[in-house]
Each structure stands twice: as C-alpha cells, then as structure tokens.
C-alpha cells in the first residue's frame, strides 16, 4: 500500500551488513565471502553458484549448525588486497575488469572454462596481490 503520511526509513550505510552463514562451514577473519544459490554466506571456493559479497569482519565457526544459525559480519563496497592465484593470474591487462573466486583468499584471471564464480572488479595488480573492488 503507498504512503499516506510521512514514514521514517529505517537506514544502513550498507558498508557492513550482517549475513546469514550456511550450514556446515567455518569462515575466518579476513576471508573472501559470498552467498551461495540459497542466500546464505560461505567462504569463496571455486564453484560456479556463488556471488561475491566482500569480506568476513569476523572469525565465525557454523561447521555444527544448521543454515542461519549464525550470522557474521561482512565489509563491503571497499577494495581487498586477495592473493592472485600461480596457475591463473590476474594481470595488468585485467584492470578494470571481473577477476574470479578460486578460493577464500585467492582470485584468478579466467572463470577457469565456467567453474569459478565472478569476485568484483579489479582496481589494481602488484607483487603483494589483486585489489579487488
């Protein structure tokens, strides 16, 4: 129904949000995060179902619980320094463009021929890594 008066919006800088955590996993400080295809948070990983949310705030173990049991808070919309990967790197010529998941700490240059998940977009390369936005 629309509005017929005034309402004040509950708001949120959306810079941290807290996301539901998936049955069975343990995701560490500073780990590539992403939802997989039921909405609930994992640890990046290479799969082809998941989409990137940013980075675990916070150490949270949910490997006993059951979807949801525990929350864990995720930083966003900033840019993370994650390793890029020997086999697969992401280059020079990547900036600008996605990189993808290979796991919880480490992005590559190619969907790796469709079984990696996109991660954000490439800020910049250098010795200690992939900035990623």
């Given at each position: 129904?629309?509005?017929?008066q005034?309402?004040?919006t509950?708001?949120?800088?959306?810079?941290?949000?807290?996301?539901?955590?998936?049955a069975?996993?343990e995701?560490?400080?500073?780990?590539?995060?992403?939802?997989?295809?039921?909405?609930?948070?994992?640890p990046?990983?290479?799969?082809?179902?998941?989409t990137?949310?940013?980075?675990?705030?916070a150490?949270?173990?949910n490997?006993?619980?059951?979807?949801?049991?525990e929350?864990?808070l995720?930083?966003?919309k900033k840019?993370?320094?994650?390793?890029?990967?020997?086999?697969?790197?992401v280059?020079?010529?990547l900036?600008?463009?996605?990189c993808?998941?290979?796991?919880d700490?480490?992005v590559?240059?190619?969907?790796?021929?469709?079984?990696?998940s996109?991660?954000g977009?490439v800020?910049?390369?250098?010795?200690?890594?992939v900035?990623?936005?």
């Open positions: 129904m629309p509005l017929t005034d309402r004040i509950p708001v949120r800088d959306g810079e941290v949000m807290p996301y539901a955590v998936a069975g996993v995701i560490f400080l500073g780990a590539q995060v992403a939802v997989n295809a039921t909405g609930y948070l994992v990046g990983s290479e799969a082809t179902t998941l990137y949310v940013g980075r675990a705030d150490h949270v173990d490997s006993e619980g059951a979807d949801g049991d929350t864990c995720v930083r966003r840019a993370f320094l994650f390793k890029n990967s020997d086999a697969d790197p280059d020079q010529s900036v600008g463009q996605p993808y998941i290979l796991d700490e480490t590559a240059g190619t969907d790796g021929t469709g079984t990696r996109e991660s977009t800020l910049a390369v250098e010795s200690a890594g900035w990623v936005e």
